[in-house]
């Protein structure tokens, strides 16, 4: 086990073309965005935020007409439709217990105790954790349904209610 929490002979890379880091194993030249079996969640959760989390682009908004551009905070449970993430590669929690922990997030959130791109960095089930949440720009068809009209029905500051999709519960932060 390294510091990084990844098992033995495996390292975080950064992809040039997605501007997102990913896991390598050099010996057997895998490559994947999910961390592989046997790392530990909390060491990886702690090395991702210190090593890759950077700061958010911005862009002006009058280059995206139509799109608006949100962060998320996804938890993810058993029943979501691809039930890993890079914290865990099996998750194995009941919905009622990831809205249990969303609730909590979303409780810090309101109360100015921490901000969504602050919990995303570390608690996110979504590989844009390593971006703060921040989904960058979208527009009408690009995300599931119920995340687009909870998104775009947000004025910029706001933070959704949880949202319920086939990828897990979601808050949502609309930045522009």
Known sequence: MTESGLPFGWEVRHSNSK??????????????????????????????????????????????????????????HRESRRPSSWREAEITRSKDDAMEIIKGYQKQIKSGETSLGDLAVSESDCSSARKRGDLGWFGPGDMQKEFEEASFALKPGETSDVVETASGLHLIERLA
Do not use: C
């Open 19 to 76: 501007n997102l880091p990913y896991y390598f194993n050099p010996d057997t030249k895998d490559s994947r965005w999910e961390p592989p079996a046997d790392t530990n969640p909390e060491k990886l959760k702690i090395y991702m935020a210190a090593h890759h989390s950077g700061p958010i682009s911005t862009a002006a908004a009058g280059q995206h007409d139509g799109k608006i551009r949100a962060a998320h905070l996804l938890v993810k």
